[in-house]
């Protein structure tokens, strides 16, 4: 079946700029993560949604940073007045309720000028 | 605080060897483990898993061992292929604060020469 998938893939801003990065979870999966990676860094998780249950933000950087998922599906993750240290991948993933193992998108690579 | 760590930012070997890509981690609470295939461009594939109520689980070529004690993993790759060259991430989750987050390693860089 169809894996999760991201856009856009790539996106290039400019600093000061608000960006909206969209994700589509595997249907049936009913938590969704977002991650990002810096470069030369690990992946750090920012968010988590897991079905009706206030999402847990403990990972976002600041209050530029905010996510919501719209029927319990797709997410949005916005970040607003870009720096560019915000410049990184940004993966989403999906698991099923309870279930440990993540399956992760591709990534949009954001580049902040 | 880095709860998540691999050592060896890169390892190189030989088609047909055995790789050993080595993690460790610093949190009791983390209770599942998991390791995660990187190539470039596109996003971590899920390899292989195991929980703390184990010491070992396996997948064909590929092998994870825990060590509670010593609070260490290793992914064991045999024989290692060339379509394997890519970074291995581990990751960890768990209970408390830990539950519902995978917390990651560095990465470590799999050459795996012809």
């Known amino acids: 079946g169809a894996g999760v998938s991201q856009s856009p893939s790539n996106k290039v801003t400019e600093k000061g700029k608000d960006v909206e990065l969209r994700c589509d979870p595997i249907?049936?999966?009913?938590?969704l993560y977002w991650y990002r990676q810096s470069l030369g860094q690990g992946l750090e998780f920012l968010i988590y949604f897991q079905g009706n249950s206030a999402p847990d933000k403990s990972g976002l950087p600041s209050d530029r940073f905010s996510a919501e998922r719209t029927g319990g599906s797709v997410s949005t993750l916005t970040i607003q007045r870009t720096q560019q240290e915000d410049s990184a991948v940004y993966l989403c993933a999906s698991s099923f309720y309870r279930e440990e193992t993540q399956y992760f998108g591709p990534g949009t690579r954001l580049l902040v000028l | 605080d880095q709860q998540v760590k691999q050592n060896s930012p890169s390892l190189s070997v030989q088609e047909g060897r055995i790789s050993i890509l080595n993690c460790d981690y610093t949190n009791s609470m983390f209770d599942y483990f998991l390791w995660y295939k990187k190539y470039p461009a596109e996003g971590p594939t899920f390899l292989i898993s195991i929980s703390s109520i184990k010491d070992k689980n396996e997948d064909g070529r590929f092998t994870v061992f825990l060590n509670k004690s010593a609070k260490h993993l290793s992914l064991h790759i045999v024989p290692s292929q060339p379509g394997d060259s890519a970074v291995y991430f581990c990751?960890?989750?768990?209970?408390?604060?830990?539950?519902?987050?995978?917390?990651f390693g560095q990465g470590t860089i799999l050459t795996v020469h012809p």
């Open positions: 990751a960890a989750s768990g209970s408390g604060t830990s539950y519902g987050k995978l917390t």
């Open positions: 249907s049936g999966h009913t938590a």
